[in-house]
C-alpha cells in the first residue's frame, strides 16, 4: 500500500508569551517544542495510533497532518503533494480529503444549528450541491452513522441528542465530504463507558465502507489496543517508539512504552501486583532534558542517555525503537 | 482486613433526587449498601448512574437544588440524614473525608499549598499552634511524596499529579476512618494515575482506612477495590466480591460492561458493545431500568422493579433472571 501521509522532520514550536517587563528586559524568546523533529509515514487504509500522555504533542501532531499548523521546517506529504509548500487555494480543495474527529462532541456541534445542518455545513462551505441533494446525503450519512431513521434526527438540536449520538453526528459530518483520511482525537474519551465500543465498532465499520485511513490521536491504551494497526508512542514532542500493534504490546522494547504499559489498568483482578512505575511526571517542553527526553525519569538510564538523543532504530521489521541500550532486548 | 465483617458505614434504602424543570430525577434510587471495616469498595457505573451523588451524600454535601428525600445513612449511631450541622462538622474530615476528580477545581487559585492547610486546621483543630500545624502538614507532603519546598507554591505550579496529592493530604489530615475517592485519577495521565492509586492503597494499609472509590474505569477497580457495587440509573444492580463479579458477573449490566472493556493484555479475547445509551432519569423507562438494552428482557422486567436480593457467597443482584 501507498502511504497516504510522510513526516519528514517535521518540527513545530511555539513562542512562549512573555509579561511586560520579561519583554522590556529583551529575555531571549523561549519554545515549546510540541513537535520535535518527527518522522513516519501513514499507509493508506491503515489505523494509526499517536498515543502518549497529554503534553507529549500528539495532538499537534494531528494538527500538523491536516496542515492546520504548519511546520517550522520538515515536511509533510499528503498523497504526494507537499502541504508546507502549497497556495490557500490548493490547500482549500485538498482540506475536503482530510478531516477531524475531535473529542467533544458538545462543543464539536454548534449548539443552535439542527443536526441536519450541523452535518451539511461542510458541503455548503465548499459549494457542493445545491440544498435538497444536500439534504440528501446529510440523510443518507446519518443513516450510515447508525441514526436511523434520520429525518426523526434532522431537525432535533445537538442538546436533545445523548453524548454517543452526538459523537455519530461529528463523524456524519466529517464524513460527508467523503474524505480519504481522517485525524480522530481522543474519539471516545468524553463519551460514556458502556456506549465507547459502540462507537469504536461504527468507525471500524465506516472505515471499511469508505476507504477510510485514520490517525488515531488517544492517551488509553485500551482503546488503541482495539483499533490500531500501527502505534507511534510520543513522549515530549517526540516518537519514542513505533510498530504494529501487536508487537508493541507483545514486545515492548522502550522504557517508557513499558512503563506505560504497565500503568494500564488491567481490568482483570486476579493476579494483581503493585507495579514498578517511572517516578516523576512528564517534564515542561520548554525545556526538555538534554539527550533521550526519558532518560531523568528512565529505570535503565546510562550517563552517555543525558548527552546523545537516540534516533530511531529498526529491532524488528516495522518495529522501530529509540534507545540505545535496549534493556529488553529479546537475545 | 477484608475479612473483617463490621460494617462501619450503613446506607438503608436512600433516595436522593435533584428537582428540574421536567420533574423529579432520582439520581440515587432505593439504594442500600453497608461499607465493611478497612474494605475498598469500588463503586462502578458510567456518567449519571448516581455514583457520585451517592458519594457525596454520605457528607450530606449534595449540591442545591439536590436532595435526600428518604432513607438513613447511619455512622457509628449517627444518622447523618438526620444529623445537625455542628454533629456533621465533627463527622467530615474527622470521620469521613473526601477526595473529588479534578484537584485544580477542588483547591483554591489564591491559596498557597500551605495555606490550603493553615486553613484546614484552623477550621478543624483550632487549638494547634501555627508552628504545629506547619510541621503537621509537612510531615503530610513526604508522607505523600511531595517535596517539602513545594509547600510554598499556588496550585498553578503544581502537576495535576502533585495536585491531587495535596487534595489526598487534606482529606487524610485528621486521621478519617473512612475516604470517598470520587474518580480520583479520571483527570490525570496513565503513569500518574497508576502513581496515585498507588498511594491511595498504601495510605489505606497504613491509615487502616476504609475506602470507597467510585470510578467508571473497570480496570481501576480490579486492580484496587475488594468488593464492587454497579450502579445503574440510580439503583444498584449488583454487589460481590471482586474476583467473582469479573469471572461471573450476575446482572446483565454488569456482565455487558464488563464484556465492554478492551483488555490489552489479552487482545484476543472478544470485545462486545452495549446497545442503546443509558435511559433520561426524568424519564424512566417502566419496570426495570435496564430492560431497554437487556437482551434477556422478558414481560416481567418490562412492569416491575427487580429488587436487590441476597445470594449465597455474599452476593446481591436486582434481576429476576436470578430469582424471585
Given at each position: 500500500?501507498?502511504?497516504i501521509?510522510?513526516?519528514?522532520?517535521a518540527k513545530k514550536?511555539?513562542?512562549?508569551q512573555?509579561g511586560?517587563?520579561?519583554?522590556?528586559l529583551?529575555?531571549?524568546?523561549q519554545?515549546?517544542?510540541?513537535?520535535?523533529?518527527?518522522?513516519?509515514?501513514?499507509?493508506?487504509?491503515?489505523v494509526?495510533?499517536?498515543?502518549?500522555e497529554?503534553?507529549?504533542g500528539?495532538?499537534?501532531?494531528?494538527f500538523?497532518?491536516?496542515?492546520l499548523?504548519r511546520?517550522?521546517?520538515?515536511?509533510?506529504?499528503?498523497?504526494?503533494?507537499?502541504?508546507?509548500k502549497?497556495?490557500?487555494?490548493?490547500?482549500?480543495?485538498?482540506?475536503?480529503?482530510?478531516?477531524m474527529i475531535?473529542?467533544?462532541?458538545?462543543?464539536?456541534?454548534?449548539?443552535?444549528?439542527?443536526?441536519?445542518?450541523?452535518?451539511?455545513?461542510?458541503?455548503?462551505?465548499?459549494?457542493?450541491?445545491?440544498?435538497?441533494?444536500?439534504?440528501g446525503?446529510?440523510?443518507?450519512?446519518l443513516e450510515?452513522?447508525?441514526?436511523?431513521p434520520?429525518e426523526?434526527?434532522?431537525?432535533?438540536?445537538p442538546?436533545?441528542?445523548?453524548?454517543?449520538?452526538?459523537?455519530?453526528?461529528v463523524?456524519?459530518?466529517?464524513?460527508?465530504?467523503?474524505?480519504?483520511?481522517?485525524?480522530?482525537?481522543?474519539?471516545?474519551?468524553?463519551?460514556?463507558?458502556?456506549?465507547?465500543v459502540?462507537i469504536?465498532?461504527?468507525?471500524?465499520?465506516?472505515?471499511?465502507e469508505?476507504?477510510?485511513?485514520?490517525?488515531?490521536?488517544?492517551?488509553?491504551?485500551?482503546?488503541?489496543?482495539?483499533?490500531?494497526?500501527?502505534?507511534a508512542?510520543?513522549?515530549?514532542?517526540?516518537?519514542?517508539?513505533?510498530?504494529?500493534?501487536?508487537?508493541l504490546?507483545d514486545?515492548?522494547?522502550h522504557?517508557?512504552?513499558?512503563?506505560?504499559?504497565?500503568?494500564?489498568?488491567?481490568?482483570?483482578?486476579v493476579?494483581?501486583?503493585?507495579?514498578?512505575?517511572?517516578?516523576?511526571?512528564?517534564?515542561?517542553?520548554?525545556?526538555p532534558?538534554?539527550?533521550?527526553?526519558?532518560?531523568?525519569?528512565?529505570?535503565?538510564a546510562?550517563?552517555?542517555?543525558?548527552?546523545?538523543e537516540?534516533?530511531?532504530?529498526?529491532?524488528?521489521?516495522?518495529h522501530?525503537?529509540?534507545c540505545?541500550?535496549l534493556?529488553?532486548?529479546?537475545? | 482486613?477484608?475479612e473483617?465483617?463490621?460494617?462501619i458505614?450503613d446506607?438503608?434504602?436512600?433516595?436522593?433526587?435533584?428537582?428540574?424543570?421536567?420533574?423529579?430525577v432520582s439520581a440515587v434510587?432505593d439504594?442500600?449498601?453497608?461499607?465493611?471495616?478497612?474494605?475498598t469498595?469500588?463503586?462502578v457505573?458510567?456518567?449519571?448512574?448516581?455514583?457520585s451523588?451517592?458519594g457525596v451524600?454520605?457528607?450530606?454535601?449534595?449540591p442545591?437544588?439536590?436532595?435526600?428525600?428518604?432513607?438513613?445513612?447511619?455512622?457509628e449511631?449517627?444518622d447523618?440524614?438526620?444529623?445537625?450541622?455542628?454533629d456533621?462538622?465533627?463527622?467530615?474530615?474527622?470521620?469521613?473525608?473526601?477526595?473529588f476528580?479534578?484537584?485544580?477545581?477542588?483547591?483554591?487559585?489564591?491559596?498557597?499549598?500551605r495555606?490550603?492547610?493553615?486553613?484546614?486546621?484552623?477550621?478543624?483543630?483550632?487549638?494547634?499552634?501555627?508552628?504545629?500545624v506547619?510541621?503537621?502538614?509537612?510531615d503530610?507532603?513526604?508522607?505523600?511524596?511531595?517535596?517539602?519546598?513545594?509547600?510554598?507554591?499556588?496550585?498553578?505550579?503544581?502537576s495535576?499529579?502533585m495536585k491531587?496529592?495535596?487534595?489526598?493530604?487534606l482529606?487524610?489530615?485528621l486521621?478519617?476512618?473512612?475516604l470517598i475517592?470520587?474518580e480520583?485519577?479520571?483527570?490525570?495521565?496513565?503513569?500518574?494515575e497508576?502513581?496515585?492509586?498507588?498511594?491511595?492503597?498504601?495510605?489505606?494499609?497504613?491509615?487502616?482506612?476504609?475506602?470507597m472509590?467510585?470510578?467508571?474505569?473497570?480496570?481501576?477497580?480490579a486492580?484496587?477495590a475488594?468488593r464492587?457495587?454497579?450502579?445503574?440509573?440510580?439503583?444498584?444492580?449488583?454487589?460481590?466480591?471482586t474476583?467473582?463479579?469479573?469471572?461471573?458477573?450476575?446482572?446483565?449490566?454488569?456482565?455487558?460492561?464488563?464484556?465492554?472493556?478492551?483488555?490489552?493484555?489479552?487482545?484476543?479475547?472478544?470485545v462486545?458493545?452495549?446497545?442503546?445509551?443509558?435511559?433520561d432519569?426524568?424519564?424512566?423507562?417502566?419496570?426495570?431500568?435496564?430492560?431497554?438494552?437487556?437482551?434477556?428482557?422478558?414481560?416481567k422486567c418490562?412492569t416491575q422493579?427487580p429488587?436487590?436480593?441476597?445470594l449465597?457467597?455474599?452476593?446481591k443482584?436486582?434481576?429476576?433472571l436470578?430469582?424471585?
Open positions: 500500500m501507498p502511504d501521509v510522510s513526516l519528514q522532520d514550536y511555539f513562542p512562549v512573555k511586560f517587563v520579561e519583554r522590556l529583551a529575555k531571549q524568546v519554545f515549546v517544542r510540541a513537535v520535535d523533529e518527527v518522522s513516519f509515514q501513514i499507509k493508506r487504509g491503515e494509526f495510533g499517536l498515543v502518549g497529554s503534553g507529549s500528539k495532538t499537534t501532531t494531528g500538523v497532518i491536516l496542515g499548523f511546520p517550522d521546517s520538515g515536511s509533510v506529504v499528503f498523497d504526494g503533494v507537499d502541504m508546507t502549497i497556495t490557500d487555494e490548493e490547500f482549500r480543495l485538498m482540506r475536503r480529503r482530510m478531516q475531535f473529542q467533544d462532541p458538545s462543543s464539536a456541534l454548534h449548539p443552535r444549528m439542527k443536526i441536519g445542518q450541523n452535518v451539511m455545513e461542510p458541503l455548503r462551505i465548499h459549494g457542493i450541491g445545491n440544498s435538497d441533494e444536500r439534504r446525503k446529510a440523510m443518507e450519512m450510515r452513522v447508525g441514526l436511523s434520520a426523526t434526527f434532522f431537525d432535533r438540536y442538546h436533545e441528542l445523548s453524548g454517543g449520538q452526538k459523537q455519530r453526528v463523524i456524519a459530518r466529517a464524513l460527508i465530504l467523503r474524505p480519504e483520511l481522517i485525524v480522530a482525537d481522543e474519539p471516545v474519551a468524553m463519551v460514556d463507558v458502556s456506549v465507547r459502540q469504536l465498532d461504527l468507525m471500524i465499520k465506516l472505515k471499511r469508505f476507504d477510510l485511513t485514520y490517525v488515531f490521536i488517544t492517551h488509553d491504551l485500551s482503546a488503541a489496543s482495539y483499533v490500531c494497526d500501527r502505534i508512542v510520543m513522549y515530549l514532542g517526540r516518537v519514542l517508539e513505533l510498530g504494529p500493534t501487536d508487537e504490546f514486545n515492548p522494547q522504557p517508557y512504552t513499558r512503563a506505560l504499559l504497565a500503568a494500564v489498568p488491567v481490568p482483570d483482578p493476579g494483581k501486583r503493585e507495579k514498578v512505575l517511572p517516578k516523576g511526571e512528564i517534564p515542561s517542553p520548554i525545556n532534558p538534554s539527550g533521550c527526553r526519558f532518560n531523568p525519569r528512565c529505570l535503565y546510562v550517563r552517555n542517555c543525558s548527552e546523545e537516540p534516533k530511531l532504530e529498526q529491532v524488528s521489521p516495522g522501530y525503537v529509540a540505545p541500550i534493556p529488553f532486548r529479546a537475545s | 482486613m477484608r473483617g465483617n463490621l460494617s458505614l446506607v438503608q434504602s436512600l433516595f436522593v433526587e435533584y428537582p428540574t424543570e421536567r420533574g423529579a434510587n439504594v442500600s449498601l453497608k461499607l465493611r471495616e478497612g474494605e469498595i469500588g463503586l457505573g458510567e456518567s449519571g448512574c448516581g455514583k451523588t451517592l451524600s454520605l457528607l450530606r454535601n449534595l442545591p437544588p439536590g436532595k435526600i428525600v428518604s432513607g438513613r445513612i447511619v455512622y449511631d449517627i447523618i440524614t438526620a444529623a445537625s450541622e455542628t456533621l462538622q465533627k463527622i467530615r474530615g474527622r470521620e469521613i473525608s473526601i477526595v476528580q479534578d484537584p485544580s477545581a477542588t483547591l483554591n487559585p489564591l491559596m498557597r499549598v495555606d490550603h492547610f493553615i486553613e484546614f486546621f484552623n477550621q478543624h483543630e483550632p487549638t494547634l499552634s501555627r508552628g504545629d506547619v510541621s503537621k502538614s509537612k503530610l507532603l513526604v508522607q505523600l511524596g511531595i517535596p517539602p519546598e513545594r509547600f510554598d507554591d499556588y496550585p498553578h505550579q503544581l495535576g499529579g491531587q496529592r495535596v487534595c489526598i493530604g482529606a487524610i489530615a486521621n478519617p476512618r473512612i475517592a470520587d480520583p485519577t479520571t483527570a490525570l495521565d496513565v503513569l500518574v497508576a502513581q496515585i492509586l498507588q498511594l491511595l492503597r498504601k495510605l489505606k494499609d497504613e491509615l487502616n482506612l476504609t475506602m472509590l467510585i470510578t467508571h474505569n473497570m480496570g481501576v477497580v486492580e484496587t475488594d464492587i457495587a454497579i450502579m445503574y440509573a440510580g439503583k444498584v444492580v449488583e454487589v460481590g466480591d474476583v467473582s463479579i469479573f469471572q461471573k458477573p450476575l446482572h446483565p449490566y454488569a456482565e455487558a460492561l464488563l464484556q465492554s472493556v478492551p483488555n490489552p493484555k489479552k487482545r484476543d479475547q472478544a462486545k458493545s452495549i446497545p442503546g445509551s443509558p435511559p432519569l426524568a424519564q424512566p423507562p417502566s419496570g426495570c431500568l435496564y430492560h431497554p438494552r437487556c437482551p434477556y428482557a422478558f414481560d418490562r422493579h429488587p436487590l436480593i441476597s449465597d457467597n455474599e452476593r443482584v436486582a434481576c429476576y436470578r430469582g424471585e
